[in-house]
């Protein structure tokens, strides 16, 4: 397709993707789901497993197989600019007061997800049209691992505000550990990924460079930025020229990370964290959550909806094969949470809580198995099966932690934190 037919189908794919994920999201919230749920099973809608079902002919005329390249790129622009909006809202003193608690149900929500993955993937791989003809059992196993282990924390993070919940134990407990949770599951993708098509320098230069930028952010980075809060601070405004030069260093950020081998969402989200509070973070939520939340990130889930394809599952072993991979990635991800949190002292209700919203996987699980089909370490039928996984894994959040936390038990939940020491806290 030439540069003006590309344009064409752009903006009718955009007014397409606009209208159908805020008719499904408006009614996913009449039931009391989360508008990002609605726009997850709209993209699924859009792609060939119902459009293109019923419709083929219609489908392919409105996303054409030239136009997927431009989509892809504001699917991720979209996608890394949520995440740092949700490093703006992002509290370091309070994960720091519930730090060691948050490493212990991380490290057994990654665990046991891992110890079942590598039961499971040599059954998988005995199924045609899963895995890439070339990956290894090691590779298999640690790129399933990651997949159910992962944690949808722009979802956590979400609920745990919209129930009141921020600066809780509950709240502080479940955001430390879906960011200790995600981090590590972003590692082992890097791995899999290296060891997949790379080596192990790929691994080393991914992990590595990570690190350094995440060191670098928190600290010489964090002081940098706090010129920009404290000229956003005496001007008590958001200039579009100090917009801009936030946007720049994101979209530097954003290409440091998927430079070295990570993934842009990670630029994002650790320069959201290292963004001075104040006047300048809400500005930018005020300014930019908007764009990314209405615009761009629908975006990404029709991308997603667009490599969805359920007619695949159509016999009984791909059924099956389905539920195993569904029960095993609730099973095993809630109950070794929800353990965790009883052995670092929360009573039953509250580690209830924490398994529910750490089992959620949403936008995070899109995105590792969007990587994963990209990268040919999975290929469409397996994607499919995830993409179920993770859309009714994410429509269970809501209505579980509901049952089993209660107003009541929110209510008296509701008891501010302890302040930190200054030593303690990175404000």
């Not at 109950?335 to 039953?348: E, K, P, Q, S, V």
Request: charged content about 10%.
């Amino acid at each position: 397709m030439s540069a003006p037919e590309l344009s064409v189908a752009f903006f009718l794919q955009m007014a397409v993707i606009l209208g159908t994920c805020r008719l499904v999201g408006l009614a996913a919230r009449r039931i009391g789901q989360p508008q990002v749920v609605g726009e997850m099973i709209a993209g699924v809608l859009l792609g060939p497993s119902l459009l293109g079902l019923f419709l083929p002919e219609l489908q392919a005329a409105l996303f054409p197989k030239d136009s997927l390249k431009v989509l892809y790129v504001g699917a991720q622009l979209g996608v890394g600019l949520y995440m740092f909006l949700v490093g703006t809202e992002f509290r370091v003193d309070h994960f720091l007061t519930r730090a060691h608690s948050a490493a212990v149900v991380s490290i057994a929500g990654m665990a046991v997800p891992f110890l079942m993955a590598v039961l499971l993937a040599p059954w998988l791989m005995k199924v045609p049209g899963l895995f890439a003809p070339t990956i290894t059992r090691f590779e298999s196993s640690l790129f399933l691992g990651a997949a159910i282990a992962i944690t949808a924390f722009p979802m956590l993070a979400r609920i745990i505000y919209e129930r009141g919940l921020t600066g809780t134990a509950l709240g502080t407990l479940a955001l430390a550990a879906g960011a200790i949770d995600d981090a590590a599951a972003w590692g082992v993708l890097a791995i899999v990924l290296a060891s997949f098509g790379g080596g192990a320098g790929v691994a080393l230069t991914a992990i590595g460079g990570a690190l350094v930028y995440a060191v670098l952010i928190v600290t010489v980075g964090r002081r940098l930025l706090a010129h920009l809060g404290r000229l956003a601070d005496r001007t008590e405004t958001l200039s579009p020229s100090l917009l801009g030069a936030v946007l720049a260093i994101f979209c530097l950020a954003a290409w440091a990370m998927d430079a070295v081998g990570m993934h842009a969402v990670f630029g994002g989200f650790l320069l959201g964290v290292a963004m001075p509070r104040g006047r300048l973070t809400e500005e930018l939520q005020r300014q930019l959550t908007p764009v990314a939340v209405v615009l761009l990130l629908p975006m990404f889930f029709t991308f997603s909806g667009l490599n969805t394809r359920l007619d695949l599952v159509d016999n009984l072993q791909m059924v099956l094969l389905a539920l195993v991979v569904l029960v095993v990635s609730i099973t095993a991800k809630g109950a070794a949470c929800w353990g965790a949190a009883r052995l670092t002292g929360a009573d039953n209700r509250t580690a209830l809580a924490v398994g529910t919203l750490m089992n959620a996987r949403g936008l995070m699980e899109l995105i590792i198995i969007n990587i994963g089909l990209q990268k040919g370490v999975i290929l469409p039928a397996l994607f499919s099966i995830m993409v179920v996984m993770a859309i009714v894994t994410t429509l269970m959040a809501s209505p579980l932690f509901e049952f089993v936390y209660g107003r009541h038990a929110r209510r008296d939940a509701k008891t501010p934190l302890p302040s930190p020491s200054p030593a303690s806290s990175l404000d």
